[in-house]
Structures are given as C-alpha cells and as structure tokens.
T-cell receptor
Framework: GAVVSQHPSRVICKSGTSVKIECRSLDFQATTMFWYRQFPKQSLMLMATSNEGSKATYEQGVEKDKFLINHASLTLSTLTVTSAHPEDSSFYIC?????????????FGPGTRLTVL | GNSVTQMEGPVTLSEEAFLTINCTYTATGYPSLFWYVQYPGEGLQLLLKATKADDKGSNKGFEATYRKETTSFHLEKGSVQVSDSAVYFCALRGNNAGNMLTFGGGTRLMVKP
C-alpha cells in the first residue's frame, strides 16, 4: 500500500514551452502532497506544499507563477513548469502524506527528470 | 530552524564490510527521524524511522538509534551488499513543522564486489 506514481518519468522539451507533471496517490487519499526539486548529486529541496482544494504554499525563493501547482482531488496533484528554460532542468519528486502507524508519513513518487533544451 | 548534517560521500566499501553513515540534527522539541534510500534514477524510499528518543529503527539489515543526548541518528549495517549501493538521506520532521521534512545532503554508498 501507500504507492505514489508520477507521470511522465522523463520529459524533454524546448525552451519556452510548458510541462505538466502529475503526482498520484494510487491506493490512498492524500490531503497534502509535497513537491521537491533535486539537482544532480544534491539533496532534495522542498518547493511547495500542496493541499487539496486550496492554494499551494511555496517555499521562499520559488516562483509561484512559474511553478503552478494544482491539487484538484485527494489523489492528484500537478506541477506545471511554465515557460521552461534550461536552468529548470532537474529531477522533480513529489510525495504524498499518509497516516501510517499513528504518524503522518510521506511516501515518495519515483521522480520526473525534466530536460529543457 | 531545523537542520540535518550527514557525512559527505562517497563511501566506498567492499562487500560484507560494516557500514556507518553519520547523521546529526538540530531541532527544537522531539522530532521524528528518518532514513531514506534513493537508487539510481528513482525516487526516495523510506528505509527506517524512529519517533522518540532511544527508539531503534530497523529494516533490511539496516539499523539506526535515536540518540537525543548526542542529537544523532547514525545508520549502520553489519554486512553490506552490492545491491545496497545507493544514496542515503537522513531526514527529520519537527513536531511543529507542519509535517515538512528537512533532509541532509545525502551520502552516496558504493559497494564493490
């Protein structure tokens, strides 16, 4: 149980285009999902916290107009990278929160590698 | 604020060697502590966790003990395998941090046959 999927796993796009990444909790409902960004050989950096039915909370330094987050249902959150540029190339990972063993745990998706040419 | 510091890698070991990856943290109150593993090209998987002082998390031969007196959560395994090669992240969640995780920088483990 507690499986999180992401789609697509890899995407290559041209500079200036927009890319949408989906994060789904497959067998549980998640009121909260998180989006992270990971640069090569570095740790995860939290970009935003996504709550179902409300606006996402962005971390300092993350442009909310560039990284649009929509948490339309209890099983789906989407991250749209608008007007992508090469510096947006990165590994994007989502996680969904689930109550497991009495505490809330985050279960992570497999990640999406974005390459902007 | 909360922070996690773990030893820099890469750590290179021979198969069946003993593994220790150090992790120390700074947090107020009583955070929950986690170790995640990331295999190449994949997302993170929870390896083990501990939610209070002196708890020992264990899974797949890995262990870590929550030491509040030293604010540490070192990861250990008695005999590593080639399949353990991955990046390991120590993380904490504060009890007043809105369930956000704070990650260490990650430690790459390479196990040679």
């Amino acid at each position: 149980g507690a499986v999180v999927s992401q789609h697509p796993s890899r995407v290559i796009c041209k500079s200036g285009t927009s890319v949408k990444i989906e994060c789904r909790s497959l067998d549980f409902q998640a009121t909260t999902m998180f989006w992270y960004r990971q640069f090569p050989k570095q740790s995860l950096m939290l970009m935003a916290t996504s709550n179902e039915g409300s606006k996402a909370t962005y971390e300092q330094g993350v442009e909310k107009d560039k990284f649009l987050i929509n948490h339309a249902s209890l099983t789906l959150s989407t991250l749209t990278v608008t007007s992508a540029h090469p510096e947006d190339s990165s590994f994007y990972i989502c996680s969904a929160e689930y109550l497991a063993g009495g505490i809330n745990e985050q279960f992570f998706g497999p990640g999406t590698r974005l390459t902007v040419l | 604020g909360n922070s996690v510091t773990q030893m820099e890698g890469p750590v290179t070991l021979s198969e069946e060697a003993f593994l220790t990856i150090n992790c120390t943290y700074t947090a107020t109150g009583y955070p929950s502590l986690f170790w995640y593993v990331q295999y190449p090209g994949e997302g993170l998987q929870l390896l083990l966790k501990a939610t209070k002082a002196d708890d020992k998390g264990s899974n797949k031969g890995f262990e870590a003990t929550y030491r509040k007196e030293t604010t540490s959560f070192h990861l250990e395994k008695g005999s590593v395998q080639v399949s353990d090669s991955a990046v390991y992240f120590c993380a904490l969640r504060g009890n007043n941090a809105g369930n956000m995780l704070t990650f260490g920088g990650g430690t790459r483990l390479m196990v040679k046959p």
